[in-house]
């Protein structure tokens, strides 16, 4: 079994990333890299019944159906980001980290949204997604490319 120490460790160690492409910065090619286990990950809340939408339960074997299905786990994967954007630029995440780090986020905005839901359900009453969603649109770049 690997010790937390090594997992850090592991975690540390550099990456040795080959690209054909003259277009980007070398630190922007490491962010857009770093995006790849967020995409991972959404795939994973996709198909899985305990951390998403549970596509593997729907036991569908037909393209077109399982396109639906997976067009609205995309759409409320996108709800649920906005949700939990909206909730960390208004302090609500300090609310549901379990450990002392109140600097940042620790927590991904899906799960920060799941919780807030089943904790706050009257938090979208009060939340207007189109303001949300203006305001990530003016700040997204940033999040994902680095200058």
């Known amino acids: 079994p690997t010790t937390e120490k090594?997992?850090?460790?592991s975690a540390k160690e550099p990456w040795l990333?080959?690209?054909?492409?003259?277009?980007?910065?070398?630190?922007?090619?490491?962010?857009?890299?770093?995006r790849r286990m967020q995409i991972?990950?959404?795939?994973r809340d996709e198909k899985s019944e305990r951390f998403g939408f549970g596509l593997r339960a729907s036991y569908s074997r037909s393209a077109g159906r399982l396109?639906?299905?997976?067009l609205l786990a995309t759409l409320s994967t996108i709800v649920l980001w906005?949700?939990?954007y909206h909730a960390e630029n208004t302090g609500l995440h300090l609310r549901y980290q379990a450990n002392s780090i109140k600097s940042r986020r620790v927590i991904s905005y899906l799960t920060l949204a799941e919780n807030v839901l089943r904790h706050s359900p009257l938090i979208l009453?009060?939340?207007a997604l189109d303001v949300v969603l203006h305001h990530l649109a003016?700040?997204?770049r940033s999040m994902v490319l680095v200058y």
């Open 6 to 9: 090594e997992k850090q460790a």
């Open 17 to 34: 990333i080959f690209t054909s492409t003259e277009e980007f910065k070398p630190r922007e090619i490491m962010k857009l890299y770093s």
């Open 40 to 43: 991972e990950q959404n795939s």
């Open 67 to 70: 396109s639906v299905l997976s």
């Open 82 to 84: 906005l949700i939990g």
């Open 125 to 127: 009453k009060r939340t």
């Open 138 to 140: 003016r700040t997204y």
